[in-house]
């Protein structure tokens, strides 16, 4: 149906019909009242229609459209969820602590918003779902099949470089304001990961945790150590194809074993 007559930018909430009859002095009386009983009905279905999508649209802008097709399908207890293997991307905003002694709260929240706009869109792009901001950080995870995972690897990859280089542009052009550059630093990882809800009985959060989280936030620590802004993991880079360069092994708090980390060639 057409809609006219609305000015132009006009936002309409909600569900809309018409009816038209083909007789040709319209709708007769009997119709009318016909019509009458109807609608009332037809304007409650029409309501739990429009309910529901803006209820499924603002918890997809909270959690994320895969997330929250699974807290609509009834996922909603604590400890519902399933056991996925998925590429890992961590991305954490450097020296942001020390930005909130200097400057006012609704810049940084506004530098805030900037930074994640330009590095959640990649990964939105590249079939990736952010699951959590952990203030300045972000945690996506790209779905992959276990016996396969190179395609998840390899998006997750694509989006951490566009990421890099839409972040960079975003500081250029805040440097030019004269206002602070804020880097980032990239962890990939791939591995299994428990995707579901966790918390107390009345506060639930749909997550992903497990060990290849805990290492990828371990990782992220490195990478002042070793003058890096992107690292990945031995397994990661096995699944992609990118020129990546061993930059040793290191002991992870919390990890048994040493972790071999990669960076980009330079």
């Known amino acids: 149906m057409k809609l006219t007559g609305f000015p132009e930018g006009t936002a309409l909430g909600g ?21 009458d009983r109807f609608l009332p009905a037809l304007a409650l279905a029409c309501y739990r229609i429009a309910a529901l999508r803006v209820a499924t649209d603002m918890l997809a802008v909270y959690t994320g ?26 991305a954490d905003l450097k020296d942001f ?12 929240v506004t530098w805030l918003n900037q930074h994640f706009e330009v590095i959640g869109q990649p990964v939105e792009q590249a079939g990736g779902e952010i ?20 395609d998840g690897c390899e998006r997750a990859l694509s989006a951490a470089r566009m990421a890099m280089d839409a972040n960079d542009a975003l500081n250029w052009k805040r440097v030019d304001a004269g206002e602070p550059a804020i880097p980032i630093d990239i962890v990939l990882h791939v591995g299994e990961v428990f995707y579901g809800n966790v918390g107390c009985t009345r506060r639930l959060d ?7 989280v805990n290492e990828a936030a371990r990782m992220e620590k490195l990478c002042d150590n070793v003058g890096r802004n992107l690292l990945a993991s031995a397994m990661f880079v096995s699944r ?3 020129d990546f360069e ?6 992870l708090k919390g990890v048994a074993k040493p972790a071999d980390v990669y960076g980009l060639q330079r």
């Open 97 to 108: 602590t020390s930005l909130n002694e200097r400057y006012a709260p609704d810049r940084i």
């Open 131 to 150: 699951l959590k901001f952990m203030g300045d950080s972000l945690l996506a995870i790209f779905p992959a099949e276990i016996d396969n995972p190179t």
């Open 246 to 251: 061993k930059l040793g092994s290191f002991a």
């Open 15 to 35: 569900v809309g019909f018409s009816l038209a009859g083909d007789g040709p002095t319209g709708f007769s009386e009997g119709q009318i009242t016909d019509l």
């Open 240 to 242: 992609v194809q990118a």
């Open 206 to 212: 749909f997550t992903a945790i497990g060990k290849a």
């Open 65 to 90: 459209s895969r997330t929250s097709g699974r807290i609509l399908n009834g996922q909603t207890r604590r400890g519902d969820g399933t056991a996925i293997y998925a590429a890992i991307l961590l």
